[in-house]
Protein backbone atom coordinates (compact mmCIF):
# COMPACT_ATOMS: atom_id res chain seq x y z
CA UNK A 1 0.00 0.00 0.00
CA UNK A 2 1.32 3.50 -0.93
CA UNK A 3 1.46 5.53 2.00
CA UNK A 4 2.40 9.52 1.65
CA UNK A 5 3.51 11.62 4.55
CA UNK A 6 4.21 15.07 4.98
CA UNK A 7 5.37 16.99 7.62
CA UNK A 8 5.13 19.33 9.07
CA UNK A 9 1.11 18.93 9.65
CA UNK A 10 0.66 22.82 10.44
CA UNK A 11 3.50 25.58 10.01
CA UNK A 12 3.52 29.13 11.44
CA UNK A 13 5.30 31.05 9.87
CA UNK A 14 6.92 34.79 10.15
CA UNK A 15 7.44 37.20 6.57
CA UNK A 16 10.37 36.81 4.70
CA UNK A 17 11.58 34.19 6.58
CA UNK A 18 11.98 30.79 4.86
CA UNK A 19 10.97 27.12 5.45
CA UNK A 20 10.66 23.55 3.74
CA UNK A 21 7.87 21.26 3.57
CA UNK A 22 8.80 17.47 3.44
CA UNK A 23 6.65 15.11 1.66
CA UNK A 24 7.56 10.98 1.93
CA UNK A 25 6.21 8.53 -0.28
CA UNK A 26 6.46 4.45 1.00
CA UNK A 27 7.14 3.03 -2.72
CA UNK A 28 8.33 3.66 -6.27
CA UNK A 29 6.20 6.23 -8.03
CA UNK A 30 5.74 7.74 -11.28
CA UNK A 31 4.80 10.83 -10.39
CA UNK A 32 5.00 13.43 -7.56
CA UNK A 33 2.41 16.04 -7.54
CA UNK A 34 1.98 19.68 -5.25
CA UNK A 35 -1.26 20.87 -4.97
CA UNK A 36 -2.16 24.18 -3.03
CA UNK A 37 -5.77 24.82 -1.40
CA UNK A 38 -7.25 27.68 0.31
CA UNK A 39 -9.65 27.62 2.83
CA UNK A 40 -13.61 26.28 1.53
CA UNK A 41 -11.63 26.49 -2.28
CA UNK A 42 -10.53 23.52 -4.40
CA UNK A 43 -7.25 22.24 -5.11
CA UNK A 44 -4.64 23.95 -7.60
CA UNK A 45 -2.40 21.96 -9.59
CA UNK A 46 1.68 23.96 -8.32
CA UNK A 47 3.72 21.62 -9.71
CA UNK A 48 4.68 18.27 -11.46
CA UNK A 49 8.06 16.20 -10.99
CA UNK A 50 8.81 13.63 -13.03
CA UNK A 51 12.12 12.19 -12.05
CA UNK A 52 14.96 12.10 -9.73
CA UNK A 53 16.62 15.45 -9.69
CA UNK A 54 13.99 17.90 -10.83
CA UNK A 55 13.82 21.03 -9.30
CA UNK A 56 10.95 23.25 -10.27
CA UNK A 57 10.39 27.02 -9.07
CA UNK A 58 7.27 29.37 -9.58
CA UNK A 59 7.87 32.92 -7.63
CA UNK A 60 8.98 32.06 -3.86
CA UNK A 61 7.54 27.94 -4.36
CA UNK A 62 10.50 25.97 -5.30
CA UNK A 63 9.71 21.50 -5.12
CA UNK A 64 12.32 19.18 -6.13
CA UNK A 65 12.56 15.40 -5.67
CA UNK A 66 14.81 12.70 -4.99
CA UNK A 67 13.76 9.43 -6.17
CA UNK A 68 16.31 7.26 -4.70
CA UNK A 69 15.04 8.55 -1.04
CA UNK A 70 11.49 9.28 -1.84
CA UNK A 71 11.51 12.97 -0.63
CA UNK A 72 9.86 15.78 -2.03
CA UNK A 73 10.33 19.25 -0.77
CA UNK A 74 8.42 22.78 -0.91
CA UNK A 75 10.65 25.33 -0.16
CA UNK A 76 9.19 28.66 0.54
CA UNK A 77 11.41 31.27 0.26
CA UNK A 78 10.79 35.40 1.83
CA UNK A 79 7.47 33.88 2.73
CA UNK A 80 4.64 36.30 2.50
CA UNK A 81 0.68 36.35 3.76
CA UNK A 82 -0.24 35.43 0.17
CA UNK A 83 0.68 32.01 0.75
CA UNK A 84 -1.30 31.07 3.54
CA UNK A 85 -2.94 28.05 2.45
CA UNK A 86 -2.65 24.03 2.55
CA UNK A 87 -0.50 22.74 0.54
CA UNK A 88 -0.91 18.51 -0.53
CA UNK A 89 1.69 16.79 -2.15
CA UNK A 90 0.85 13.40 -3.95
CA UNK A 91 1.97 10.57 -5.95
CA UNK A 92 0.64 8.64 -8.83
CA UNK A 93 1.29 5.61 -10.85
CA UNK A 94 0.43 5.22 -14.82
CA UNK A 95 -2.27 2.59 -13.70
CA UNK A 96 -3.96 5.77 -12.11
CA UNK A 97 -4.35 5.37 -8.42
CA UNK A 98 -3.35 8.10 -6.87
CA UNK A 99 -2.15 8.61 -3.24
CA UNK A 100 -2.39 12.09 -1.33
CA UNK A 101 -0.60 13.32 2.05
CA UNK A 102 -2.80 14.78 4.80
CA UNK A 103 -1.45 18.49 3.69
CA UNK A 104 0.25 21.18 5.56
CA UNK A 105 -1.30 23.91 6.86
CA UNK A 106 0.99 27.36 6.63
CA UNK A 107 0.14 30.12 8.33
CA UNK A 108 1.99 33.41 7.56
CA UNK A 109 2.39 36.23 10.30
CA UNK A 110 4.10 39.54 10.27
CA UNK B 1 -13.16 28.69 -19.99
CA UNK B 2 -11.61 24.98 -19.46
CA UNK B 3 -13.35 24.03 -16.23
CA UNK B 4 -14.05 20.52 -14.11
CA UNK B 5 -17.81 20.97 -13.31
CA UNK B 6 -19.68 19.68 -10.20
CA UNK B 7 -23.00 19.69 -9.43
CA UNK B 8 -24.63 20.09 -6.81
CA UNK B 9 -22.26 22.48 -4.52
CA UNK B 10 -24.42 21.12 -1.52
CA UNK B 11 -26.12 18.60 -0.47
CA UNK B 12 -28.16 16.96 2.38
CA UNK B 13 -29.98 14.04 2.07
CA UNK B 14 -31.20 11.53 4.34
CA UNK B 15 -30.02 8.20 5.07
CA UNK B 16 -30.93 5.52 2.55
CA UNK B 17 -32.35 7.90 -0.40
CA UNK B 18 -29.89 7.41 -3.57
CA UNK B 19 -28.36 10.13 -5.01
CA UNK B 20 -26.35 11.19 -7.80
CA UNK B 21 -23.06 13.71 -8.15
CA UNK B 22 -22.60 14.42 -11.41
CA UNK B 23 -19.45 15.97 -12.94
CA UNK B 24 -18.02 16.66 -16.24
CA UNK B 25 -15.01 18.33 -17.88
CA UNK B 26 -14.88 20.03 -21.26
CA UNK B 27 -11.23 19.59 -22.08
CA UNK B 28 -10.94 16.25 -23.63
CA UNK B 29 -9.47 14.95 -20.71
CA UNK B 30 -8.80 10.49 -20.66
CA UNK B 31 -8.65 10.39 -16.97
CA UNK B 32 -11.24 11.26 -14.50
CA UNK B 33 -11.19 10.70 -10.22
CA UNK B 34 -13.53 10.81 -7.74
CA UNK B 35 -11.98 12.07 -4.36
CA UNK B 36 -13.28 12.33 -0.74
CA UNK B 37 -11.39 15.03 1.56
CA UNK B 38 -12.45 14.88 5.52
CA UNK B 39 -10.59 16.81 8.31
CA UNK B 40 -7.19 15.60 9.21
CA UNK B 41 -7.22 12.50 6.40
CA UNK B 42 -6.14 14.63 3.09
CA UNK B 43 -7.91 13.38 0.21
CA UNK B 44 -8.87 9.34 -0.42
CA UNK B 45 -9.58 8.30 -3.94
CA UNK B 46 -12.79 7.04 -4.52
CA UNK B 47 -13.01 5.69 -7.76
CA UNK B 48 -11.19 6.78 -11.14
CA UNK B 49 -11.09 6.41 -14.81
CA UNK B 50 -8.30 5.79 -17.29
CA UNK B 51 -10.71 6.22 -20.25
CA UNK B 52 -14.51 5.57 -21.63
CA UNK B 53 -15.52 2.39 -20.25
CA UNK B 54 -12.90 1.96 -17.98
CA UNK B 55 -13.39 2.47 -14.29
CA UNK B 56 -11.13 1.02 -10.78
CA UNK B 57 -11.28 1.32 -7.44
CA UNK B 58 -9.41 3.36 -5.70
CA UNK B 59 -9.02 3.09 -1.79
CA UNK B 60 -12.29 3.68 -0.57
CA UNK B 61 -15.09 2.41 -2.92
CA UNK B 62 -17.06 1.38 -0.62
CA UNK B 63 -20.60 2.33 -0.72
CA UNK B 64 -20.15 4.25 -4.12
CA UNK B 65 -20.48 3.25 -7.95
CA UNK B 66 -19.31 5.59 -11.08
CA UNK B 67 -19.78 5.02 -15.04
CA UNK B 68 -18.22 6.36 -17.91
CA UNK B 69 -20.16 6.10 -20.77
CA UNK B 70 -19.16 9.42 -22.24
CA UNK B 71 -15.33 10.71 -22.46
CA UNK B 72 -16.60 13.86 -20.73
CA UNK B 73 -19.26 12.74 -17.60
CA UNK B 74 -17.67 10.84 -14.53
CA UNK B 75 -20.76 10.69 -12.37
CA UNK B 76 -20.76 9.58 -8.61
CA UNK B 77 -23.93 7.69 -7.08
CA UNK B 78 -24.49 7.03 -3.86
CA UNK B 79 -27.47 4.20 -3.99
CA UNK B 80 -28.20 3.72 0.09
CA UNK B 81 -26.15 7.12 1.79
CA UNK B 82 -25.05 6.76 5.08
CA UNK B 83 -24.00 9.17 7.90
CA UNK B 84 -19.94 8.12 7.16
CA UNK B 85 -20.94 9.77 3.78
CA UNK B 86 -20.66 12.71 4.82
CA UNK B 87 -17.93 14.84 3.24
CA UNK B 88 -16.64 17.22 1.25
CA UNK B 89 -16.07 15.59 -2.20
CA UNK B 90 -13.86 16.56 -5.35
CA UNK B 91 -13.90 15.39 -9.09
CA UNK B 92 -10.71 15.89 -10.54
CA UNK B 93 -9.22 15.23 -14.22
CA UNK B 94 -6.39 15.07 -16.80
CA UNK B 95 -5.43 14.64 -20.22
CA UNK B 96 -4.09 11.27 -19.79
CA UNK B 97 -2.72 9.50 -16.67
CA UNK B 98 0.88 9.39 -19.17
CA UNK B 99 1.14 12.86 -19.42
CA UNK B 100 2.42 15.33 -17.51
CA UNK B 101 0.34 17.34 -15.80
CA UNK B 102 -1.47 17.93 -12.51
CA UNK B 103 -5.09 17.11 -12.08
CA UNK B 104 -7.76 19.70 -12.75
CA UNK B 105 -10.08 19.72 -9.67
CA UNK B 106 -14.05 20.70 -9.75
CA UNK B 107 -15.35 22.98 -7.08
CA UNK B 108 -16.69 20.56 -4.97
CA UNK B 109 -19.46 18.94 -3.74
CA UNK B 110 -20.31 19.09 -0.09
CA UNK B 111 -22.49 16.24 1.33
CA UNK B 112 -24.28 15.71 4.59
CA UNK B 113 -26.10 12.54 5.30
CA UNK B 114 -28.54 12.59 8.26
Known amino acids: ELKVEQNPLFLSMQEEKNYTIYCNYS?????LYWYRQDPGKSLESLFV?????AVKQEGRLMASLDTKARLSTLHITAAVHDLSATYFC??????????FGDGTTLTVKP | EAQVTQNPRYLITVTGKKLTVTCSQN?????MSWYRQDPGLGLRQIYY???????DKGDVPEGYKVSRKEKRNFPLILESPSPNQTSLYFC?????????????FGSGTRLTVV
Open chain 2, 92 to 104: ASSLGIDRVAGYT
Open chain 1, 27 to 31: TTSDR
Open chain 1, 49 to 53: LLSNG
Open chain 1, 90 to 99: AVDNFAGKST
Open chain 2, 27 to 31: MNHEY
Open chain 2, 49 to 55: SMNVEVT
